[in-house]
């Protein structure tokens, strides 16, 4: 289906920086693509990377440094230099787990077995959100938008005092959410009077405009409406967003997604899934009535669902689907002419990442293309099903099964060759895993590394490593 161009408003690229955060040096090349690709924005999500003083001082990341004030103040500069705004993001209620899951903090939880939930009680909670963002708004001056999250609120109205507080009659957990978010929108407004507040909608899907209209919402904030996927409802996503405008909150954004959005551990991501998330988003652009003031849609990247889960895919292997993405936004349609944009521009065959192949060129066009390809390879090695299914192929299954190896009963010809393939499989693993750790090393801390080898790698060859063990303790006790 032809549409017409995303309309009028800001292509923002979200990064996401609570796992694997890129060295400055590469951070600067990615920005530099982005306003290449035709991005004019960045969505930051600091998390534990922003370099917290103070008291706040505890929420910097430990496996890594927190990037340096002088780090954040070059990255703005640059970004700017290239025509990008940046919008930093501070989550306010949902996702906090990189504050709560500190002890000295644990009090501000709504429930003490989730960390992600701040009580929306305590004076102390909003006044440690104030020094956040204030902290943050003071370390990007001229700042002029600033996103405060409030996605994915879980168990809110399970705390003790949320279960008081609803005890009264009439009141309901769509007003606890609205009153806490009112609030902080109101002191950052108070505060910032020319800062413009953006925040998700996710919780708010569900309300009536009556109660949206009543909450003091309107005016405060814009809400930013997501959906990454890729048979996303067209007429559903529409209505929702003219109920907010009907509501009174008529200034609205979009959220689509490049990466980090299919599976919480996927490592390597399909262009196709994500072009056709931002093909819908452009039928829901074209079917809003005027009133709707799109302001403009983020393209989100996630690199973890949340502070404690896995990586997902890194940077360099999402870069095609971005660019693609990117163009499929300003021409309306993924066209052949975008497509040759998009590999011209990237020096690639193909917008799918698993169809690039090795080469032997730079990365001027595509940095972090070499590690792009390295992931490619080792994740369809790993995947592969002579590696992954290996203890349960026909001769270990047959001759070598766990009966087998307790009991030393084992046949040494049949042995002797699962014992050579595993050893092959492992020394071809632990080849392509050196290259790219060397790879990997150079655009991200050497902690991202350690973590994508142990949760990518380590559980495959885990197998066919207790394998070469128990060949070797059979072979002791059954030698004369």
């Known amino acids: 289906m032809n549409n017409p161009p995303w309309p009028k408003g800001k292509k923002l690229v979200h990064l996401d920086l609570k796992g694997a955060p890129p060295r400055v040096e590469y951070l600067h090349k990615l920005i530099e693509l982005f306003s290449q690709l035709g991005a004019d924005g960045l969505l930051v999500e600091y998390e534990d990377m922003f370099p917290y003083e103070g008291d706040l001082k505890l929420l910097q990341a430990t496996q890594h440094p927190a990037y340096s004030r002088e780090e954040v103040l070059s990255m703005q500069e640059f970004a700017k230099s290239k025509g990008l705004e940046v919008i930093p993001l501070v989550q306010t209620f949902g996702h906090m787990e990189f504050v709560l899951k500190h002890g000295s903090l644990s009090s501000l939880r709504e429930t003490a077995s989730c960390i992600g939930t701040l009580t929306p009680h305590r004076e102390e909670g909003l006044q440690l959100l104030m020094e956040m963002m204030k902290q943050v708004v003071e370390l990007h001056p001229g700042v002029k938008t600033l996103h405060i999250g409030a996605d994915e609120v879980y168990l809110l109205g399970e705390g003790e005092e949320s279960k008081l507080w609803l005890s009264s009659p009439e009141r309901t957990v769509e007003q606890l959410f609205l009153s806490h978010v009112t609030k902080v929108a109101g002191a950052v407004k108070a505060k910032w009077p020319n800062i413009s507040i953006i925040m998700w ?209 084992v046949t040494s010809l049949i042995t002797r060759q699962i014992h050579s393939q595993a050893s092959t499989y492992l020394a071809t693993i632990q080849e392509k895993v050196e290259a790219l750790k060397e790879e990997m090393v150079r655009l991200y801390p050497d902690s991202t590394a350690e973590e994508w080898i142990e949760e990518h790698v380590s559980p495959v060859v885990a197998p066919l490593q207790r394998i070469m063990e128990d060949f070797s303790a059979c072979v002791t006790e059954t030698q004369p």
């Open 201 to 409: 909608d996710d919780m708010m899907r569900e309300m009536s405009p009556e109660t949206l209209k009543a909450s003091g919402l309107v005016g405060l904030v814009q809400p930013m409406l997501w959906d990454y996927t890729p048979n996303l409802d067209v007429e559903k996503t529409v209505s929702l967003l003219e109920k907010y405008c009907s509501a009174g909150l008529s200034d609205v954004w979009a959220a689509s997604s490049f990466k980090g959005s299919t599976c919480v551990h996927t490592c390597v991501p399909s262009t196709q899934r994500h072009l056709e998330n931002h093909e819908r988003w452009l039928q829901v652009a074209a079917s809003v009535s005027a009133a709707v003031h799109l302001q403009g849609i983020a393209l989100t990247g996630w690199q973890r669902y949340d502070h404690l889960s896995v990586l997902c895919e890194l940077m360099p292997t999402a870069l095609p689907s971005l660019a693609a993405c990117l163009q499929t936004l300003i021409l309306g349609q993924f066209s052949a002419e975008a497509q040759r944009h998009v590999t011209e521009r990237l020096g690639i065959p193909s917008v799918e990442v698993e169809d690039i192949g090795r080469t032997s060129a730079d990365d001027s066009l595509f940095p972090g293309r070499r590690l792009a390809e390295l992931t490619v390879e080792l994740n369809a090695l790993l995947n592969s099903d002579d590696i992954r299914f290996f203890d349960n192929n026909m001769y270990v299954r047959g001759w070598f099964s766990p009966f087998h190896r307790q009991r030393k009963m």
